[in-house]
């Protein structure tokens, strides 16, 4: 059984005040996502990835399709039992504090007064709220409360999480923890369906991804399936003379050069010949090797590539 | 619907920490300490006077808590997004609704309550304070029990005005909610009239539409029997129960739309 499943997912909205027409928010959105599995998912600014969390969560109705959550419809109460969401940019009662928040949600969720309290301290100090737990919400800043957001997502020990930009308002070190706390989601087994535009956040975490564009799921697969192939190497060297790196130029050794500090070069070569062969050529005229690495495909050309090759939205036929 | 009461205590813990409310509930009380002072001005009138203000004072502080946290009680969660959380979470939409509309109505019970016992409190106090020759005057007893009935009647009213609150809530923006809850509680005093306009006017039309009219709009001159029990008229524990009935329905009514209204929309 699948974690999340849609099948042809599409969601029309009316826009317009004098002149109503209809617009494609998301359009047959196919998508299966595994138990225990990372997924991440992609799409620059409104290609229709929160639209497609609210359907998820029932926040909106569904043009045409349908989505299934651990086998059951999106919005059935038992699966909002072992289901947590984070919503974009999340906004909490201000006049309650973080341990009331996660309270008042733990009571929804059906858990006694003994759980709560158990649960609650712990999972503050697993998003890194510490004696600030007590304030208001209106004294929070807009990490503290997207931490808050998450915790909440976790009050219920969920089997399936769904994070709408997780890492969104976050510092370079919650962004790192956030990253930690999904790495431990996934040993403990949950399902974790979140989308991001930090492409490096997908690459580090996800067993696979989806790239939403215009409304449409351009490509999904894991990170091998969207071909991030070796496409050549980046060589370092320094005491590199201007002959010796025009003859490896004219004979097509290097593809590119960039000058570096302290009379090093960043050099980019091709598949072939081989990087060893380039390299002991250029050592034989004097050069000295600093580093060398693969230059593979990032996610990050993938999402270019899928965006740059899909049209622009269209209307939907009227309904 | 152990969620409607934990969203209830939500919304009254929202009510206890915003400083309108308290403000709303001093003034309810000034306004019964001023009754008494004018009261004190008056030669023989005063106790009727105070019953009058107290009463009046019960009524309108508690309007306007049910209307002006009423029309907020849907809009607030939808517009600042906490509507999202929420509903990820294993409760219904009507249990939302629902949750709502008891926390509204349970600080409106605990205003009311707090307003009446001060209300009882300044005419006890005057029952003290007076001569047995002045109480031979008075239409009825100071502290009379049956002010309760009036009081009830209050209260059922104010729930009748938070379902219209929370009903345009669920659909419209607050300032649109005021005007449609305040509108209908104008028109709803005036039932009454309605239902007789055949005898002002020739068109057996328009008479038969505002007599149709009165029987869709919220009847609220129903529940006022403030004059009776001030003047020491009798007002049958029938008539009571029969209204209070009447309002039961009417908000059950108003309920099941607003839970229809909000479970057919789109948190965009």
């Known amino acids: 059984m699948d974690a999340i499943r849609t099948e042809g997912l599409t969601k029309h909205y009316t826009v317009g005040f004098w002149r109503r027409r209809p617009y494609?928010?998301?359009?047959?959105?196919?998508?299966?996502?595994?138990?225990?599995?990372?997924?991440?998912?992609?799409?620059?600014?409104?290609?229709?990835?929160?639209?497609?969390?609210?359907?998820?969560?029932?926040?909106?109705y569904p043009t045409a399709g349908r989505a299934e959550i651990l086998g059951r419809p999106a919005g059935d109460v038992d699966v909002k039992r072992r289901i947590g969401y984070l919503p974009e940019q999340p906004y909490f009662y201000d006049y309650l504090s973080a341990e009331e928040v996660l309270d008042y949600f733990g009571a929804l969720c059906g858990q006694s007064a003994a759980d709560r309290r158990a649960r609650i301290a712990g999972?503050?100090?697993?998003?890194?709220?510490?004696?600030?737990?007590?304030?208001?919400?209106?004294?929070?800043?807009?990490?503290?409360?997207?931490?808050?957001?998450?915790?909440?997502?976790?009050?219920?020990?969920?089997?399936?999480?769904?994070?709408?930009?997780?890492?969104?308002?976050?510092?370079?070190?919650?962004?790192?923890?956030?990253?930690?706390?999904?790495?431990?989601?996934?040993?403990?087994g949950c399902t974790v369906f979140f989308s991001s535009h930090?492409?490096?956040?997908?690459?580090?975490?996800?067993?696979?991804?989806?790239?939403?564009?215009?409304?449409?799921?351009?490509?999904?697969?894991?990170?091998?399936?969207?071909a991030l192939n070796l496409r050549g190497w980046e060589l370092v060297v320094s005491g590199l003379s201007e002959d010796a790196l025009a003859q490896a130029r004219s004979r097509g050794h290097v593809t590119s050069a960039t000058p570096l500090s302290d009379a090093r070069y960043a050099l980019e070569l091709p598949l072939t010949p081989p990087p060893e062969d380039v390299l002991s050529g250029l050592m034989a005229q004097g050069a000295r090797l600093v580093s060398l690495n693969?230059?593979?495909?990032?996610?990050?050309?993938?999402?270019?590539?899928?965006?740059?090759s899909t049209p622009v939205r269209q209307a939907a036929e009227p309904t | 619907m152990r969620a409607v009461g934990h969203i209830a205590v939500?919304?009254?813990?929202e009510s206890v920490r915003d400083k309108v409310l308290y403000n709303l509930v001093v003034f309810a009380v000034l306004l019964i300490a001023m009754s008494y002072l004018i009261g004190e001005l008056t030669a023989g009138q005063d106790l009727k006077i105070i019953k009058d203000l107290g009463l009046a004072a019960i009524s309108i502080f508690g309007l306007a808590i049910a209307v002006f946290i009423g029309i907020g009680l849907v809009w607030k969660e939808v517009e600042k997004r906490s509507i999202y959380t929420l509903l990820s979470k294993p409760i219904g939409r009507a249990e939302f609704v629902l949750g709502k509309y008891c926390g509204l109505v349970l600080t409106l019970l605990i205003n009311v309550g707090v307003m009446t016992i001060s209300f009882y409190a300044v005419v006890a106090y005057i029952d003290w304070v007076s001569t047995p020759l002045v109480r031979a005057s008075w239409p009825a007893p100071a502290a009379d029990p049956a002010m309760l009935k009036a009081i009830g009647l209050i209260m059922i009213e104010l729930m009748i005005v938070t379902a219209i609150a929370l009903f345009f809530s669920t659909f419209s923006s607050p300032f649109l909610s005021a005007v449609f809850t305040i509108g209908l509680w104008v028109v709803g005093q005036f039932g009454q009239d309605l239902r007789e306009f055949g005898a002002v006017v020739n068109s057996s039309t328009a008479a038969t539409m505002a007599r149709g009219l009165s029987y869709v709009l919220p009847d609220f001159a129903a529940f006022d029997v403030k004059a009776q029990v001030v003047h020491g008229q009798a007002v049958p524990i029938s008539y009571v129960a029969l209204t209070s009935a009447y309002g039961v329905a009417y908000l059950a009514l108003l309920l099941a739309g607003a839970v229809v209204v909000f479970s057919r929309r789109d948190f965009k």
């Open chain 1, 198 to 226: 930090v492409l490096s956040d997908a690459e580090a975490l996800c067993s696979r991804v989806g790239i939403l564009v215009a409304g449409k799921l351009a490509t999904s697969g894991t990170l091998s399936d969207l």
């Open chain 1, 24 to 60: 494609v928010a998301l359009d047959d959105v196919t998508l299966h996502v595994g138990q225990g599995e990372v997924f991440g998912f992609l799409g620059p600014n409104g290609a229709g990835k929160t639209t497609t969390l609210k359907l998820l969560m029932q926040l909106i």
């Open chain 1, 123 to 188: 999972l503050l100090d697993e998003v890194g709220i510490g004696a600030e737990r007590r304030l208001p919400l209106r004294k929070f800043s807009k990490g503290m409360l997207q931490r808050v957001g998450i915790a909440q997502a976790l009050v219920n020990d969920p089997e399936v999480v769904f994070l709408d930009e997780p890492m969104s308002g976050l510092d370079p070190l919650g962004r790192r923890e956030i990253r930690h706390l999904i790495l431990r989601l996934r040993d403990r």
């Open chain 1, 294 to 308: 693969p230059l593979r495909d990032t996610l990050e050309d993938v999402f270019v590539r899928q965006v740059g």
């Open chain 2, 10 to 13: 939500n919304v009254f813990k």
